[in-house]
């Protein structure tokens, strides 16, 4: 399904950023700029940082901003927390190799906050440069290179395919189970017992990836749905590795996020004691957006004590996280509060970042709706529009020709005519026969506007050619 | 927004009714054994170790807690000299490169009066790079391509002008992703033909984690501490046939300067590697993190790219090769900002493919740390403002370390039982230290090797943390420590005088 030799690898980004060098230097095409929502990257779509994060991470860098009067209090208290924290009171210091120890504790307040008072252990704690870090490493214990069969990993349809390379580069085999899209893409047990049995003979599954709420579909799990996902896994011997990155990011009006963990908690023994899970999460994805510090984090639940030990030493010999983005991870779990001087305005910037997704999200499913060929379910959360090309036999026949999926000559057309950069569905997996594109839905409202005319005009140019 | 308590009713009730479902299954289980354990999980991890963070510094850990919580011992702090970080140890951060960055994280600051105009310029265009002008953006997997073009100016630079190519540079999460990402690439084969890496005896123990982890076979070749750690081409030779019977020999690792015994190789000994590199069809790995520190006279940093050029293109041509740097070492010390870059020399283009995709798996490395870099090789020049108190800094870190580098190779070799070769360059000391048998025997009483025994008990009676240099590897029957040159001079000084203490009277408790 993932043909890795076949995946032009970053063809389009390849082009989307020749477009860009091209506008830079004045080149003429039907559109001032590209339009660039293919990663769920806030700040290239034109989201802000948050100020407060700003401030404080300036001052960490710089120590001398503390004594700035330019800079509210609290910032200037923040940052000589944080730098009282770090060796040598440097950001330039390595850290211990799961994270500042402060951070963990901080990170594990708020799990334990979000959790409804499910405690959570530092010790289980491990800070990485990004999630895709982590995840990499729980595969590579879990994946036994030197068995036979080889190790299974069952992996959603669609999925970002991050983790799908994680996988086939440590030997393992990505098993897909298709989540359904007429459901709203919800994840079926049956599907998953299919996935599990088509296993059979061709490699031995040991862990089940889930994401949630999703990327690139845009659901959020019912509480329902995870609890079924837990006592499957539970059943089938499968070690949990749940992907949790859009937590924060939930519209839907009848949506809950509902973590992995709590839900293992509450579903009480055997399950509480025993159900072997990896939860992942980051500052990437969360309001602050801040995907180019790299820092994500792993709670591993229930693993065995003498695993946990190599864990650590696989950590270990990656040195540390870097630490700018360990002090963005601290802001996140432990932001200011209602008092501080910083709080109103930080409290706006969020707010307006909320009130621009929430639009989005209202938009999208408007517009999309609307086209011919076109369509799409609620977002109900996560960063992405995942909308469905209902594609003419004509449009497939010419994507055959140019050798292109038909999904991937839609978004080469919509990035080459329509300065829109977005990405195929093929790259993230979809039932045969079906083609998406999948664009980040954090956009300024006038860039959101901009993206759904350009997007409108094209695809009605688009269907009218290949009618 | 549900309340809490809420959520925990619905998940109970739900909960309730899906395990009512597998209650019989539930009640056949009391000895369900978990899915990940010792015997199923990756084989290859468990023979993973890192000395420099292993069980000698979770003791000192210990320790330091110890002391927090009021205990009483013989020192009041534990002196962490077993980890290559200079900020830890009190060394200043360089003044422009902290302003640049500050500027970049918040860039309301470029309206700050304070913040000098080559500050703000460096700030501004890194910026205008980075997506959404924003250091909190995705880059390029590969890095942000003007940094990649700065290194490659740098490099040139650097290497009189023999040319740099920008899409040969990899920007990393430090040097260590670099280096693990090309031994990932390189390491193949089932059985007798899985990939061989050569790699110095004593070692930076990141290579064997990676080799281990990797399941690559190890290599080792042993650098000549009677000629102060020089490499031998007839060692690499013993190595490398000796190795042909069981593998399948395919990577040179050479660390220069070297870590963790300092020294620098002479260009003589650099074109003898390579040309062995090319004879025995070799990848060549050249770890060269600590290229600005050289402080012994008559020493001098050659970079490997350089003399490979200068050796023609029968070489140039054909030599597969990458060399590794970082933003960690050197004056800077900026290890937790996680910056870095490798070059690589004549890969196969199909193998250039494999690598985009391999670090595209991670996304990008850290921008800031990509920042940092792009300031270390495109530095304040003379007739910028900041490039007085620039080369003033940068001239004081490097002066203190060759004066401690200087001052411990003396004061160690006035100790009986303690003989320490030249530190020529890098930030560690690797001195041999004489154990008496009742010493080495006590310690396999103990269940310890030698050199960790000697290490504990330095650790429990004084305080200062080193790395036996059974972390490093050794040649058999000899014992060593690793210290870094780090410390303050002062407090240098009084380590320096407690490991005297201390070794004497450890040999005369085991005479």
Same mark, same amino acid.
């Given at each position: 399904?993932?043909?890795?030799?076949?995946?032009?690898?970053?063809?389009?980004?390849?082009?989307?950023?020749?477009?860009?060098?091209?506008?830079?230097?004045?080149?003429?095409?039907?559109?001032?700029?590209?339009?660039?929502?293919?990663?769920?990257?806030?700040?290239?779509?034109?989201?802000?940082?948050?100020?407060?994060?700003?401030?404080?991470? &300036?001052?960490?860098? %710089?120590?001398?901003?503390?004594?700035?009067?330019? *800079?509210?209090?609290?910032?200037? !208290? =923040? @940052?000589? +927390?944080?730098?009282?924290?770090?060796?040598?009171?440097?950001?330039?210091?390595?850290?211990?190799?799961?994270?500042?120890?402060?951070?963990?504790?901080?990170?594990?307040?708020?799990?334990?906050?979000?959790?409804?008072?499910?405690?959570?252990?530092?010790?289980?704690?491990?800070?990485?440069?990004?999630?895709?870090?982590?995840?990499?490493?729980?595969?590579?214990?879990?994946?036994?290179?030197?068995?036979?069969?080889?190790?299974?990993?069952?992996?959603?349809?669609?999925?970002?395919?991050?983790?799908?390379?994680?996988?086939?580069?440590?030997?393992?085999? &990505?098993?897909?189970? %298709?989540?359904?899209?007429?459901?709203?893409?919800? *994840?079926?047990?049956?599907?998953? !017992? =299919? @996935?599990? +049995?088509?296993?059979?003979?061709?490699?031995?599954?040991?862990?089940?990836?889930?994401?949630?709420?999703?990327?690139?579909?845009?659901?959020?799990?019912?509480?329902?749905?995870?609890?079924?996902?837990?006592?499957?896994?539970?059943?089938?011997?499968?070690?949990?590795?749940?992907?949790?990155?859009?937590?924060?990011?939930?519209?839907?009006?009848?949506?809950?996020?509902?973590?992995?963990?709590?839900?293992?908690?509450?579903?009480?023994?055997?399950?509480?004691?025993?159900?072997?899970?990896?939860?992942?999460?980051?500052?990437?994805?969360?309001?602050?957006?801040?995907?180019?510090?790299?820092?994500?984090?792993?709670?591993?639940?229930? *693993?065995?004590?003498?695993?946990?030990?190599?864990?650590?030493?696989?950590?270990?010999?990656?040195?540390?996280?870097?630490?700018?983005?360990?002090?963005?991870?601290?802001?996140?779990?432990?932001?200011?509060?209602?008092?501080?001087?910083?709080?109103?305005?930080?409290?706006?910037?969020?707010?307006?970042?909320?009130?621009?997704?929430?639009?989005?999200?209202?938009?999208?499913?408007?517009?999309?709706?609307?086209?011919?060929?076109?369509?799409?379910?609620?977002?109900?959360?996560?960063?992405?529009?995942?909308?469905?090309?209902?594609?003419?036999?004509?449009?497939?026949?010419?994507?055959?020709?140019?050798?292109?999926?038909?999904?991937?000559?839609?978004?080469?057309?919509?990035?080459?005519?329509?300065?829109?950069?977005?990405?195929?569905?093929?790259?993230?997996?979809?039932?045969?026969?079906?083609?998406?594109?999948?664009?980040?839905?954090?956009?300024?409202?006038?860039?959101?506007?901009?993206?759904?005319?350009?997007?409108?005009?094209?695809?009605?140019?688009?269907?009218?050619?290949?009618? | 927004?549900?309340?809490?308590?809420?959520?925990?009713?619905?998940?109970?009730?739900?909960?309730?009714?899906?395990?009512?479902?597998?209650?019989?299954?539930?009640?056949?289980?009391?000895?369900?054994?978990?899915?990940?354990?010792?015997?199923?999980?990756?084989?290859?991890?468990?023979?993973?170790?890192?000395?420099?963070?292993?069980?000698?510094?979770?003791?000192?850990?210990?320790?330091?807690?110890?002391?927090?919580?009021?205990?009483?011992?013989?020192?009041?702090?534990?002196?962490?000299?077993?980890?290559?970080?200079?900020?830890?140890?009190?060394?200043?951060?360089?003044?422009?490169?902290?302003?640049?960055?500050?500027?970049?994280?918040?860039?309301?600051?470029?309206?700050?009066?304070?913040?000098?105009?080559?500050?703000?310029?460096?700030?501004?265009?890194?910026?205008?790079?980075?997506?959404?002008?924003?250091?909190?953006?995705?880059?390029?997997?590969?890095?942000?391509?003007?940094?990649?073009?700065?290194?490659?100016?740098?490099?040139?630079?650097?290497?009189?002008?023999?040319?740099?190519?920008?899409?040969?540079?990899?920007?990393?999460?430090?040097?260590?992703?670099?280096?693990?990402?090309?031994?990932?690439?390189?390491?193949?084969?089932?059985?007798?033909?899985?990939?061989?890496?050569?790699?110095?005896?004593?070692?930076?123990?990141?290579?064997?984690?990676?080799?281990?982890?990797?399941?690559?076979?190890?290599?080792?070749?042993?650098?000549?501490?009677?000629?102060?750690?020089?490499?031998?081409?007839?060692?690499?030779?013993?190595?490398?046939?000796?190795?042909?019977?069981?593998?399948?020999?395919?990577?040179?690792?050479?660390?220069?300067?070297?870590?963790?015994?300092?020294?620098?190789?002479?260009?003589?000994?650099?074109?003898?590697?390579?040309?062995?590199?090319?004879?025995?069809?070799?990848?060549?790995?050249?770890?060269?993190?600590?290229?600005?520190?050289?402080?012994?006279?008559?020493?001098?940093?050659?970079?490997?790219?350089?003399?490979?050029?200068?050796?023609?293109?029968?070489?140039?041509?054909?030599?597969?090769?990458?060399?590794?740097?970082?933003?960690?070492?050197?004056?800077?010390?900026?290890?937790?900002?996680?910056?870095?870059?490798?070059?690589?020399?004549?890969?196969?283009?199909?193998?250039?493919?494999?690598?985009?995709?391999?670090?595209?798996?991670?996304?990008?490395?850290?921008?800031?740390?990509?920042?940092?870099?792009?300031?270390?090789?495109?530095?304040?020049?003379?007739?910028?403002?900041?490039?007085?108190?620039?080369?003033?800094?940068?001239?004081?870190?490097?002066?203190?370390?060759?004066?401690?580098?200087?001052?411990?190779?003396?004061?160690?070799?006035?100790?009986?039982?303690?003989?320490?070769?030249?530190?020529?360059?890098?930030?560690?000391?690797?001195?041999?230290?004489?154990?008496?048998?009742?010493?080495?025997?006590?310690?396999?009483?103990?269940?310890?090797?030698?050199?960790?025994?000697?290490?504990?008990?330095?650790?429990?009676?004084?305080?200062?943390?080193?790395?036996?240099?059974?972390?490093?590897?050794?040649?058999?029957?000899?014992?060593?420590?690793?210290?870094?040159?780090?410390?303050?001079?002062?407090?240098?000084?009084?380590?320096?005088?407690?490991?005297?203490?201390?070794?004497?009277?450890?040999?005369?408790?085991?005479?």
């Amino acid at each position: 399904m993932w043909n890795m030799k076949q995946l032009e690898y970053g063809a389009l980004a390849r082009r989307a950023n020749q477009i860009k060098d091209e506008l830079r230097q004045g080149v003429r095409r039907p559109y001032k700029e590209v339009i660039d929502v293919f990663q769920g990257d806030l700040h290239r779509a034109g989201m802000k940082p948050l100020t407060f994060v700003r401030q404080v991470l &300036a001052a960490c860098v %710089y120590p001398p901003l503390i004594n700035s009067s330019n *800079l509210p209090l609290d910032v200037r !208290q =923040r @940052a000589q +927390e944080e730098l009282g924290r770090c060796v040598g009171g440097s950001v330039g210091s390595y850290s211990a190799a799961p994270g500042i120890p402060e951070i963990i504790h901080s990170i594990s307040e708020f799990i334990k906050r979000r959790d409804g008072g499910i405690p959570s252990h530092p010790e289980n704690i491990y800070i990485s440069p990004g999630s895709q870090w982590s995840i990499s490493n729980i595969l590579n214990v879990l994946v036994n290179r030197e068995a036979s069969p080889r190790t299974g990993v069952l992996i959603p349809v669609p999925c970002h395919n991050k983790t799908v390379l994680s996988i086939t580069q440590l030997g393992a085999v &990505a098993v897909p189970y %298709y989540l359904s899209e007429e459901q709203g893409w919800a *994840l079926q047990v049956e599907e998953l !017992q =299919r @996935a599990l +049995e088509s296993a059979k003979g061709v490699c031995n599954p040991v862990a089940l990836y889930v994401i949630n709420p999703g990327n690139p579909a845009g659901y959020v799990q019912s509480q329902k749905s995870v609890l079924e996902v837990i006592r499957f896994a539970w059943e089938k011997r499968l070690f949990l590795l749940v992907d949790e990155l859009y937590q924060d990011r939930v519209y839907g009006e009848n949506c809950e996020f509902v973590s992995y963990k709590r839900a293992v908690s509450e579903m009480g023994p055997p399950f509480s004691g025993t159900v072997e899970l990896a939860s992942f999460h980051s500052v990437s994805k969360g309001f602050s957006g801040e995907c180019g510090l790299r820092a994500g984090y792993v709670e591993l639940v229930n *693993l065995d004590p003498a695993v946990m030990k190599y864990i650590h030493t696989l950590f270990s010999k990656d040195a540390c996280s870097p630490v700018l983005g360990q002090i963005a991870l601290d802001l996140m779990t432990d932001p200011p509060k209602p008092g501080d001087p910083s709080y109103l305005l930080y409290k706006q910037e969020i707010e307006q970042i909320r009130t621009v997704l929430l639009h989005s999200v209202k938009k999208v499913h408007e517009v999309v709706n609307s086209l011919p060929g076109f369509s799409c379910p609620p977002i109900e959360g996560g960063l992405f529009a995942f909308p469905r090309l209902h594609l003419t036999p004509k449009a497939i026949q010419k994507a055959k020709e140019l050798g292109l999926q038909p999904d991937t000559f839609y978004c080469t057309r919509l990035l080459e005519e329509g300065g829109v950069f977005t990405g195929p569905g093929w790259e993230y997996g979809q039932k045969e026969g079906t083609y998406h594109i999948r664009f980040c839905i954090a956009v300024p409202q006038d860039i959101m506007e901009e993206l759904l005319r350009r997007l409108s005009s094209f695809h009605m140019t688009f269907m009218k050619d290949f009618s | 927004m549900k309340s809490m308590s809420k959520i925990t009713l619905q998940l109970q009730r739900c909960a309730r009714d899906i395990t009512n479902m597998s209650q019989q299954a539930v009640n056949g289980v009391s000895h369900r054994g978990r899915v990940l354990t010792l015997d199923s999980m990756n084989p290859n991890v468990k023979r993973v170790e890192y000395a420099v963070r292993g069980p000698i510094v979770q003791r000192a850990v210990q320790i330091e807690k110890e002391l927090k919580e009021g205990a009483k011992k013989p020192f009041t702090e534990v002196i962490k000299a077993n980890i290559g970080d200079a900020h830890a140890m009190g060394q200043k951060p360089i003044t422009f490169f902290r302003q640049v960055l500050a500027l970049c994280s918040y860039p309301a600051l470029l309206e700050d009066s304070k913040f000098p105009e080559d500050a703000k310029q460096r700030a501004r265009r890194i910026l205008e790079a980075c997506g959404g002008h924003s250091i909190g953006a995705y880059s390029a997997s590969q890095g942000i391509e003007c940094i990649r073009q700065d290194v490659a100016r740098y490099i040139e630079k650097r290497d009189g002008g023999i040319p740099s190519n920008p899409d040969n540079i990899y920007l990393s999460t430090g040097a260590s992703d670099a280096i693990v990402t090309i031994l990932k690439l390189l390491v193949c084969g089932e059985g007798r033909d899985r990939t061989g890496v050569m790699i110095s005896i004593p070692q930076y123990p990141l290579y064997s984690a990676a080799l281990a982890d990797l399941g690559a076979v190890q290599i080792n070749y042993y650098l000549d501490e009677d000629n102060c750690w020089s490499l031998n081409i007839t060692e690499l030779r013993r190595a490398l046939s000796a190795a042909r019977e069981h593998c399948n020999p395919r990577v040179l690792c050479i660390i220069n300067p070297g870590n963790p015994t300092g020294q620098v190789q002479s260009r003589q000994c650099i074109e003898d590697v390579i040309r062995f590199a090319k004879e025995e069809h070799l990848f060549l790995m050249a770890d060269e993190v600590y290229q600005d520190n050289v402080y012994a006279e008559g020493c001098q940093f050659h970079s490997f790219k350089k003399v490979l050029f200068e050796m023609g293109p029968e070489y140039s041509n054909t030599v597969e090769m990458a060399s590794f740097h970082s933003t960690s070492k050197c004056y800077m010390g900026e290890c937790g900002f996680r910056g870095g870059y490798m070059e690589v020399i004549n890969l196969d283009p199909e193998v250039k493919a494999q690598l985009i995709k391999l670090v595209s798996v991670r996304l990008c490395p850290p921008v800031p740390g990509q920042a940092l870099l792009d300031l270390v090789v495109n530095p304040p020049q003379p007739d910028e403002p900041s490039y007085a108190t620039f080369m003033k800094e940068r001239t004081a870190v490097l002066s203190a370390l060759a004066e401690k580098a200087r001052l411990t190779e003396q004061i160690f070799n006035t100790v009986p039982g303690i003989t320490c070769n030249p530190v020529q360059g890098a930030m560690y000391t690797f001195p041999r230290i004489t154990l008496p048998q009742k010493a080495i025997d006590k310690a396999k009483e103990l269940g310890l090797v030698p050199d960790m025994f000697y290490c504990m008990r330095l650790l429990d009676e004084e305080g200062i943390c080193l790395v036996p240099g059974s972390g490093f590897g050794q040649r058999e029957g000899t014992y060593h420590f690793r210290m870094t040159i780090l410390p303050p001079t002062e407090k240098l000084k009084v380590v320096l005088q407690k490991i005297r203490e201390f070794q004497l009277h450890f040999t005369q408790e085991f005479s």
